[in-house]
Nanobody, 115 residues
Framework: QVQVVESGGGLVQPGGSLRLSCAVSGSIFSISTWGWYRQIPGKQRELVAEILNDSRTNYLDSVKGRFTMSRDNAKNTVYLQMDSLKSEDTAVYYC?????????WGKGTLVTVSS
């Protein structure tokens, strides 16, 4: 059984930083893609960042230059470093790991940006 667990959410002031972590455990052969989505109440879930098998990363336009996604293959863990946070970044952040042909999802971690 594969488990995906996010951590690192919390309350931060505008302009501050947070680092989210996402760890995968269980019967893992090969993770091809990792990604972070977020969901703002009343809105559709949107892709924030993803890291592909060849280590290329893609980012939502509104977070480019502020968020950085990285991967530690040895630990089956990815990170989302979020800097210069804005109130509009407030959302539940979900991590997924793709073990073809299945995407495994975490339960989410809440990020609140507020003064």
């Amino acid at each position: 059984q594969v488990q995906v667990v996010e951590s690192g959410g919390g309350l931060v002031q505008p302009g501050g930083s947070l680092r989210l972590s996402c760890a995968v455990s269980g019967s893992i052969f090969s993770i091809s893609t990792w990604g972070w989505y977020r969901q703002i109440p009343g809105k559709q879930r949107e892709l924030v960042a993803e890291i592909l098998n060849d280590s290329r990363t893609n980012y939502l336009d509104s977070v480019k230059g502020r968020f950085t996604m990285s991967r530690d293959n040895a630990k089956n863990t990815v990170y989302l470093q979020m800097d210069s946070l804005k109130s509009e970044d407030t959302a539940v952040y979900y991590c997924y790991a793709r073990l073809p042909p299945i995407n495994y999802w975490g339960k989410g971690t809440l990020v609140t940006v507020s003064s």
